[in-house]
């Protein structure tokens, strides 16, 4: 897909999702008038802020953007999913509305006390009749005001018709005054209250998941521990840990106070290698190399690698910058490329792969160059930003890829979308033979929110046999 073909899907499924929140949030609970049409107004601005933030909070004049745009990008996508979930119930309470005003309807009498004691105090006086000479003969009509006036039997012809010496007057659309009227208007008010409940609590349950997931998206990341048994490795290597981190995502929402949490968290871990697997950065070099820097201070074994992401294509002057900086960070870029990791008098093979969105511009992955001709006896260890990777990892016979890029979903329920597209969401999976670990990431893109998939740091350890 092309990125103007991107972008066109995303204006439409933003106008649409807004449309559907007007007729849920404003047109349901508003009546004709100012208020109906103020509001409208903020929800198309809203739409409008939505891709414009999308697009320009890449750019360094277009940071601002960055808080208000993604804050109102998550609060509509969660009131989105909390007004579905209501929909049912929703449907089910205007259904016994409905079913009261039809009863009503049915029985030409307002439902409630009041309408009861207003027929009930007309009874007496139904049926007033005038003899005077020269005067056509003519009944009481009865209104909703409970007061009588002589109406003459001339005015059935307009549709007014005795009803038990009562004439009923039609009322607007044919219904009958004193009952239908009264009906519709506590029909309105009632489903009056049922949207305004439904918006009210969509609302709340949105504001309260996002208030949640941005205390997570900025909090510490999870120390996961996983342990990872290689049957072909060597015995020697047992023991061997790797501190994996990806999608640290440094832009416009990040400091340098958030590298430098990461770098003192992997620090902790003592860890022999540090595998940073792509989706390092939203920007360039110029606008970001200070929150880089603390990347400088990551410490282990044997080094820290890193590979690309999809997102270090989308950066106005590509990947290449960054592989530069990063070398001077003293962090190894493997670019379709493999090193040794010798340990305990053992080898491992550590390889690793671009990422498949730097195929439009030349610079995708190499499988053939990063894994050919290796000494298939040894364990391989392969970082690779997306899981799908390891779908032609396996046909090199790789023991483990690392990656990332899923997030974990980031925000339910984008984790039940995922396998659509990636085999494993995260933690450890298998694809064609070959063991995939997904980490869900130590940062966020877009909304800074996540909900239920904390960011996470892993420390793996591989084993060519389980503890006992």
Known sequence: MTIVGFVSLVICAITVVHYYLWRRLVRSTTRPGRTRRVLTWILVGLAVLAPVTLIVSRSEWGHFLAWPGFFWIATMFYLVVF??????????????????????????????????????????????????????????????????????????????????????????????????????????????????????????????TIGFGIRTALGDPVI????????????????????????????????????????????????????????????????????????????SRYGAYFVTGNHEYYTANGPQEWIEELRELGIRPLGNERVEIAHGGAVLDLAGVNDVGGVASGDGPDFERALGGRDRSRSTVLLAHQPVQAVQAATYGVDLQLSGHTHGGQMVPFNLIIPMQQPVVSGLGEVDGTQVYVTRGAGFWGPPVRVGAPPEITLLEVRNERLR
């Not at 521990?225 to 490795?233: C, I, K, M, T």
């Open 83 to 208: 007004l579905v979930v209501l929909e049912i119930p929703r449907a089910v309470a205007l259904l016994v509305v409905r079913g009261v005003e039809h009863r009503a309807e049915r029985h030409l009498v307002p439902p409630g006390v009041v309408a009861r004691r207003a027929k009930r105090a007309v009874q007496p006086e139904l049926a007033v009749r005038s003899e005077t000479a020269g005067t056509p003969a003519s009944v009481a009509a009865v209104h909703p005001e409970h007061s009588l006036r002589p109406v003459s039997t001339a005015q059935t012809d307009r549709g007014e018709s005795p009803v038990g010496g009562v004439v009923v007057v039609p009322g607007p659309g044919g219904t009958p005054r004193g009952g239908g009227a009264k009906d519709t208007a506590g029909g309105l008010s009632r489903r009056l209250f049922i949207a305004r409940t439904a918006a009210v609590a969509a609302g709340a349950g949105a504001l309260g």
């Open 224 to 299: 996961e521990s996983a342990g990872v048994v290689l049957p072909r490795l060597d015995p020697r290597l047992n023991g061997l840990r790797f501190a994996v981190v990806s999608d640290i995502h440094l832009g416009p929402l990040t400091g340098t106070e958030h590298t430098r949490r990461i770098v003192r968290m992997i620090n902790s871990l003592e860890a022999d290698v540090v595998a940073v697997v792509g989706d390092l950065v939203d920007g360039t070099v110029a606008e970001l190399g200070p929150l880089a820097r603390p990347l400088k201070d990551l410490e």
